[in-house]
Structure formats: C-alpha cells, structure tokens
C-alpha cells in the first residue's frame, strides 16, 4: 500500500534522510522508531507530501505519489500537539476533510456519525470541543483523520505528552480502532513498549 523507495533529504549541509526505503502491506500497522532528530517526522512528511525529497519515490497503492499535493494523496495525519479546530463543533471537526472534497451533506452526516461510533464517541456531533477531556479529544482526532479512508494514516507521536494511565488506555484503544477499520499507519514514537503493542511489525529509521 505504501512503498517510499530511497528517499533523501537533505537540510542545508545536512543530509536527514539517506536512501531510505520502507514498505508497508495493506492493512498492516508499522512502529517507526528511532532517536530524536533522526528524521522520523520528516519521513512522514515525505510521505504526506509536506516535504519534497531530494531523490527517490513515494507510491501510494497504485500510484507514484511523489510529486502529488497532500490532498490528493489519501493520507491522514494525527499529529502529537494535534489541535482540534475549537470553533468547530465535534461533528464539524470530524466532517472538515469530507467537506473539503466537497462530500454532500447527508453523506457526510452519516460518515461522521459512523466514525464517532468507531472511535467509542457516539452521539457527540454536537458538542464543544473545549468541554471534552483529553482522551476523547484524542479520539476524535483520530476519527477526524479516519472519516475521507485515508490509503495511509500517519501518526506522529500521537500520545506523547499525555498522562501515563490514559497513554496506556488509549494506546491499546487507538490500535484496536486501526485494525477494526483495516487502517494501513506508521506510528511514529520513541517508545519501544509502546511499539510492540500498537504495531504488526516495529522497524528503526537507523536501519532502513
Ligand atoms: N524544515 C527543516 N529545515 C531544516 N532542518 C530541519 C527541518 N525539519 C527538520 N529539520 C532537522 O532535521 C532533523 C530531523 O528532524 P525530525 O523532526 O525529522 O526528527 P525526529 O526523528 O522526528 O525527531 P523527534 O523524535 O525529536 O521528533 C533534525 O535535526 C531537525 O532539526
């Protein structure tokens, strides 16, 4: 489903990502590890289309992605210091990527709700997102980036900076979410622990 071919980056004089090449099977969860400033971030970048490589290729399914726009390329991000967008009711947030490829309302009503039920919020289309706790707004992060099928979910660190007892819960949830839907991810995080449990298969950014 994703395959990134010897992709590098390079930053002034230095080069982040040196002939990097990592694939991942339909459907399957990758634990993308490795130490801070290894390139683990930019790499999903490349993959989301946020940052150009110097060389190689990014295909998504069938096709060469490359040098194909973020919202062309069925990719959904959940991002560690994620923001929902506090203006937006629940339901609004969870709908914003349908309403940008111009999805009809009733449709989109429909895959909002069902989304909010994947991730355990049914019911709360209506509420504020400023009175919601930090775990369900984790949630509905992820039924945000969950709702357009996205080919590829990116998850950058995405319980970092959160309590122990609710990293632990929603770890074990999140994963459980990605394979009821058949989500094909990277998760990228610093932790080993949290690696094996939320990943099919872990591999470190040193040896790719
Ligand atoms: N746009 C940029 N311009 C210049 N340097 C950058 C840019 N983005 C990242 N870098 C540098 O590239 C290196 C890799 O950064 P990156 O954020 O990908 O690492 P990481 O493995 O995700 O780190 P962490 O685990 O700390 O988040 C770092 O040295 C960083 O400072």
């Not at 071919?5 to 040196?18: E, I, Q, Y």
């Not at 990605?178 to 939320?198: F, K, S, Y």
Request: hydrophobic content about 40%.
């Amino acid at each position: 489903m994703l395959d990134v071919a010897d992709v590098s980056v390079v930053f002034g004089d230095t080069t982040v990502l040196d002939e990097v090449s990592l694939r991942v099977a339909d459907g399957e969860i990758v634990a993308l590890l490795g130490p801070s400033g290894s390139g683990k971030s930019t790499l999903l970048r490349v993959v989301a289309g946020l940052v150009p490589p110097d060389s190689g290729t990014v295909r998504i399914g069938d096709a060469d992605v490359t040098h194909v726009p973020t919202h062309r390329r069925a990719v959904g991000m959940v991002f560690q210091d994620e923001q929902l967008f506090p203006h937006l009711s629940v339901g609004d947030n969870v709908g914003y990527g349908l309403k940008m490829q111009r999805m009809p309302g009733g449709e989109r009503t429909r895959r909002v709700s069902e989304f909010l039920e994947v991730v355990g919020l049914p019911g709360f289309e209506g509420r504020d997102v400023g009175d919601l706790s930090g775990g369900e707004a984790k949630r509905v992060a992820v039924a945000r980036s969950l709702a357009p099928h996205p080919k590829v979910l990116l998850l950058d660190e995405p319980l970092t900076g959160l309590d122990r007892e609710l990293h632990d819960r929603l770890m074990v949830e999140i994963a459980a979410i990605l394979r009821r839907v058949g989500t094909t991810a990277v998760w990228v995080t610093h932790d080993a622990d949290e690696a094996a449990t939320v990943a099919d298969r872990t591999v470190h950014l040193g040896d790719l």
